[in-house]
T-cell receptor, first 113, second 113 residues
C-alpha cells in the first residue's frame, strides 16, 4: 500500500462533460504530482504542486486544471472532455518539492463514451 | 517525441534467469534515473534509482547499470521469480525540473515457472 489514495477508481462519462479526480497524498508528503497513462502516449507528467503552490507543469491541456488544498489533498479537474481523454490518471506524492515522485496511487480510470 | 527510449517492449524469462531492460536518453541535463514496477490495476512503484555519479547500484536482486558517455542505463533482475512478472518503466528527470519524470514506454516482463 503506497499510502496515496485516489478516488474514484473508475469514472464513466460522456464527451463535453466535466469531472473531478481526487488525490490524498501519503501522510507527511507535501508534493503531489499528476500523471496520465494512455496506450498511445504512455505515462505523461501533467502537473506538480508543493504545499499548495504549483511547482511544475508538463503536458497538461488548457481544459485541465488542478489545485492542492490546505489539507494537502489535490484535485484534477478535466473539462470539455473528449474521447482522447480516456486514460488512467495517477497521483503520486513525495515529501519535498525537490524530491521525485515516489509513491503512486492506484489511479482513476476515466472512460469517455 | 519520447525523451527516454526503452527496450524491449516485452520479455519472457524462465524462473531463475536474468531479465535485462535497456533505456537510452538524449537530454544531458537528466541527473536522476529511476525504475518503476507496475502490476496490473496498480500504480507504478519506485523500485530503484541511480544518479550519474555512480555506474552501478544494486538492491537485492535488482541492479541498475549506468553508462554516462553512452547515455544509456539498464535494469538487471537476477534470479527472476514469477512474482517479478510486471511492467517495468525506466524514467529520467533533471534536478532543475522538479518532478517532471520522463518515462520510457515500458517493458512487460513475464517470468515462467
Amino acid at each position: 500500500d503506497s499510502g496515496v489514495t485516489q478516488t474514484p477508481k473508475h469514472l464513466i462519462t460522456a464527451t463535453g462533460q466535466r469531472v473531478t479526480l481526487r488525490c490524498s497524498p501519503r501522510s507527511g508528503d507535501l508534493s503531489v504530482y499528476w500523471y496520465q497513462q494512455s496506450l498511445d502516449q504512455g505515462l505523461q507528467f501533467l502537473i506538480q504542486y508543493y504545499n499548495g503552490e504549483e511547482r511544475a507543469k508538463g503536458n497538461i491541456l488548457e481544459r485541465f486544471s488542478a489545485q492542492q488544498f490546505p489539507d494537502l489533498h489535490s484535485e484534477l479537474n478535466l473539462s470539455s472532455l473528449e474521447l482522447g481523454d480516456s486514460a488512467l490518471y495517477f497521483c503520486a506524492s513525495s515529501f519535498g518539492q525537490g524530491n521525485q515522485p515516489q509513491h503512486f496511487g492506484d489511479g482513476t480510470r476515466l472512460s469517455i463514451l | 517525441q519520447q525523451q527516454v527510449k526503452q527496450s524491449p517492449q516485452s520479455l519472457i524469462v524462465q524462473k531463475g534467469g536474468i531479465s535485462i531492460i535497456n533505456c537510452a536518453y538524449e537530454n544531458t541535463a537528466f541527473d536522476y534515473f529511476p525504475w518503476y514496477q507496475q502490476f496490473p490495476g496498480k500504480g507504478p512503484a519506485l523500485l530503484i534509482a541511480i544518479r550519474p555519479d555512480v555506474s552501478e547500484k544494486k538492491e537485492g536482486r535488482f541492479t541498475i547499470s549506468f553508462n554516462k558517455s553512452a547515455k544509456q542505463f539498464s535494469l538487471h533482475i537476477m534470479d527472476s521469480q514469477p512474482g517479478d512478472s510486471a511492467t517495468y518503466f525506466c524514467a529520467a528527470s533533471s534536478s532543475r525540473s522538479w518532478g517532471k519524470l520522463q518515462f520510457g514506454a515500458g517493458t512487460q516482463v513475464v517470468v515462467t515457472p
